[in-house]
C-alpha cells in the first residue's frame, strides 16, 4: 500500500500547507475555539478542537467526493447554505453578546457538570465549522490545483487522516494555549469586552456569510 502512495507523497505535502494556511487564518472557528477555552476549561477547549477536525474532515471527503461541482450545478442550494451558515453565526453572536455580562458558570467538582459542558463544547465547535460551506469550496479549490488527476484511495484515506490531524492539532495548541493560567485570569478581569468582541467578530462573519450569499 505505501508503495502507491510514495508517488504522491510531494502533491499530498503541498495540499497540507495550503490547508495550514487557511486554518490558521482567523476565522468563525478559531474565534470559537478561542472562547471556548478560556472561558470554560481546557477539556472543552480540546473538545472544541477535536470538532473542529472532524468538521473539516466531513468537507474534506465532500471534496473528494466532488461536492463542488454538483453546487456549481445547483447555485440555489450553495445559496441556502451560505444563509443558514451566515444565520447560525449571528444566533451565536446574539448569545454570547446578551451573556457578556453574566458571570462565568463554573462546573466545579461535579463530574457530571464538566462532562455536560464538554459534549455541548464538542457539539457547538462541530456545528460551527459546519456552518460555513465556503470551507467545501477552499478544499475543493486546493484539491483540484494540486492533486493528480490518478489518486489512489490510501493517497485519499492518507489526505483524509492528514486533515484530521492537522485541523484539529492546530485547535488543539489554541485550546491549550487560551486556557493557561494568564490568559484565563485575563479573561476573567474583561469577561464583557472580550465576549462582547467575540460576538461582534462572530456576528460580522455571519452577516458577511449571508451578505455575499448569492456569489461563489
Known amino acids: 500500500?505505501?508503495?502507491?502512495?510514495?508517488?504522491?507523497?510531494?502533491?499530498?505535502?503541498l495540499i497540507f500547507l495550503a490547508l495550514m494556511a487557511g486554518a490558521v487564518s482567523p476565522g468563525p472557528s478559531f474565534?470559537?475555539?478561542?472562547r471556548i477555552a478560556v472561558s470554560r476549561s481546557r477539556a472543552d477547549g480540546l473538545a472544541a478542537a477535536l470538532g473542529m477536525g472532524l468538521g473539516a474532515l466531513v468537507f474534506a471527503a465532500l471534496a473528494l467526493a466532488g461536492l463542488q461541482a454538483l453546487l456549481a450545478a445547483l447555485p440555489g442550494v450553495y445559496m441556502a447554505l451560505k444563509v443558514i451558515g451566515g444565520l447560525y453565526l449571528m444566533w451565536?453572536?446574539?448569545?454570547?453578546?446578551?451573556?457578556?455580562?453574566?458571570?462565568?458558570?463554573?462546573?466545579?467538582?461535579?463530574?457530571?457538570?464538566?462532562?455536560?459542558?464538554?459534549?455541548h463544547s464538542f457539539r457547538q465547535a462541530?456545528?460551527?465549522?459546519?456552518?460555513?460551506?465556503?470551507?467545501?469550496?477552499?478544499?475543493?479549490?486546493?484539491?483540484?490545483?494540486l492533486l493528480p488527476a490518478q489518486f489512489p484511495l490510501p493517497a485519499a484515506a492518507l489526505v483524509l487522516a492528514g486533515?484530521?490531524?492537522?485541523?484539529t492539532g492546530w485547535y488543539a495548541v489554541v485550546a491549550v494555549v487560551l486556557s493557561s493560567a494568564v490568559p484565563r485570569a485575563a479573561y476573567l478581569r474583561c469577561k464583557t469586552a472580550v465576549d462582547r468582541t467575540a460576538a461582534a467578530a462572530m456576528g460580522?462573519?455571519?452577516?458577511?456569510?449571508v451578505a455575499t450569499a448569492h456569489t461563489v
Do not use: C
Open 126 to 145: 462541530l456545528v460551527t465549522q459546519l456552518s460555513n460551506p465556503k470551507i467545501v469550496v477552499v478544499y475543493s479549490s486546493v484539491f483540484a490545483a
Open 1 to 13: 500500500m505505501m508503495d502507491s502512495i510514495v508517488p504522491y507523497l510531494g502533491p499530498i505535502g
Open 92 to 119: 451565536i453572536a446574539f448569545h454570547i453578546w446578551r451573556g457578556a455580562r453574566h458571570p462565568l458558570e463554573m462546573s466545579g467538582d461535579d463530574p457530571g457538570a464538566a462532562r455536560r459542558t464538554i459534549q
Open 163 to 167: 486533515v484530521l490531524v492537522m485541523e
Open 31 to 34: 474565534v470559537q475555539v478561542a
Open 204 to 209: 460580522l462573519l455571519g452577516l458577511r456569510l
